[in-house]
C-alpha cells in the first residue's frame, strides 16, 4: 500500500511539472512556472509551486525555457521577441492606419464642402482603406489581450470609416436626386 501511495504522489507531482513550464536563470536558478505572455523582452508568469502574484523577468535574465517538454535558448528567445516585436509594430501601424483614414473622409467631407464637390471622389478610397486596414487589426487581434489597444484602434477606424461610407453614400443618393429634379425642371 505504501508503495503504491507513494508512486501515486510520484506521478501527481510528475504531472504537475509538465503542465508547468520551467526557466533556467543565467544565476543557474531552476523555476517551474506557468508562462502567462511573452512580449517585448519580458516573460510573465506565476509561480506553479507556491501560486502566488503575476511575476516577470527580463529575457536577458533567462538562459533557457522548458514549455512542457520543449526546450528554448537564449538565441531563439531573441528571435521570437524580435518576431512578437515586429508584429506588434505593424499591429500598431494598421490601427493607426485604420483610425487616420476613418476619420481622414471626415475631412475630405468638409474640404469637398469649402472649396470643391469634387474633393468628394476622395472618400470612398479612404473610407475603403480604413475599413481594410480595421478588418486587418481585428482579425489578427482576435483572443490576445495584449494588443487590447490596437484592437480598440482598429474598430474605430471601422466605425468611422463606416459610417462616412454611409453617409457617402446617402450624400450620392441626394445629389442624384438633386440632379435628376433639377434637369427636370
Do not use: H
Amino acid at each position: 500500500m505504501i508503495v503504491l501511495l507513494s508512486n501515486m504522489f510520484g506521478l501527481k507531482a510528475n504531472s504537475l511539472r509538465a503542465d508547468c513550464d520551467t526557466l533556467l536563470s543565467n544565476s543557474g536558478t531552476l523555476l517551474v512556472v506557468r508562462i502567462e505572455s511573452v512580449k517585448q523582452g519580458v516573460i510573465e508568469y506565476y509561480d506553479c509551486e507556491g501560486g502566488g502574484k503575476l511575476q516577470r523577468m527580463d529575457f536577458s535574465e533567462i538562459r533557457e525555457i522548458r514549455r512542457g517538454r520543449e526546450l528554448k535558448t537564449g538565441s531563439e528567445l531573441k528571435k521570437e521577441a524580435a518576431l512578437l516585436a515586429a508584429e506588434e509594430r505593424q499591429l500598431t501601424n494598421y490601427a493607426k492606419l485604420a483610425a487616420l483614414f476613418g476619420v481622414g473622409s471626415l475631412f475630405f467631407w468638409l474640404f469637398a464642402a469649402a472649396f470643391s464637390p469634387w474633393m468628394g471622389l476622395l472618400i470612398l478610397p479612404c473610407t475603403i482603406l480604413g475599413l481594410v486596414f480595421g478588418i486587418k487589426v481585428l482579425r489578427r487581434t482576435r483572443n490576445i489581450p495584449e494588443y487590447r489597444q490596437q484592437r480598440k484602434m482598429g474598430r474605430f477606424g471601422i466605425i468611422a470609416a463606416g459610417s462616412q461610407l454611409a453617409f457617402g453614400v446617402l450624400y450620392l443618393v441626394v445629389a442624384l436626386l438633386f440632379l435628376l429634379l433639377w434637369g427636370w425642371w
